[in-house]
């Protein structure tokens, strides 16, 4: 059994930051990729960003260099650093652990709200 908890969203200001963090526990023996999703009210989960255990990075389209995800292989942790965050980001962000061999596992989600 595999264990995902993401932490960090919250409320912002436009033009504002935040921090997402993501940890996974349990049996695992190695990790693929890991990655963040995101999906907004009324519309389908899309992918933010992931990270390979080689290091390679994706980015969705729609991040234009805003974010920034990292990872801790050792902790099992990957991080996405949001920033100049508008309103069109608020959605819940999930976190997605990729273990290989089409075994992954979700997190329950963060909610990040951009609004004045």
């Known amino acids: 059994q595999v264990r995902v908890v993401e932490s960090g969203g919250g409320l912002v200001q436009p033009g504002g930051s935040l921090r997402l963090s993501c940890v996974a526990s349990g049996s695992i023996f190695s990790i693929d990729a890991m990655g963040w999703y995101r999906q907004a009210p009324g519309k389908q989960r899309k992918l933010v960003a992931s990270i390979s255990s080689d290091g390679r990075i994706y980015y969705g389209k729609f991040v234009k260099g805003r974010f920034t995800i990292s990872r801790d292989g050792a902790k099992n942790m990957v991080y996405l650093q949001m920033n100049s965050l508008n309103p069109e980001d608020t959605a819940v962000y999930y976190c997605?652990?990729?273990?290989?061999?089409?075994?992954?596992?979700w997190g329950q989600g963060t909610q990040v709200t951009v609004s004045s």
């Open positions: 997605n652990v990729d273990l290989g061999w089409a075994d992954d596992y």
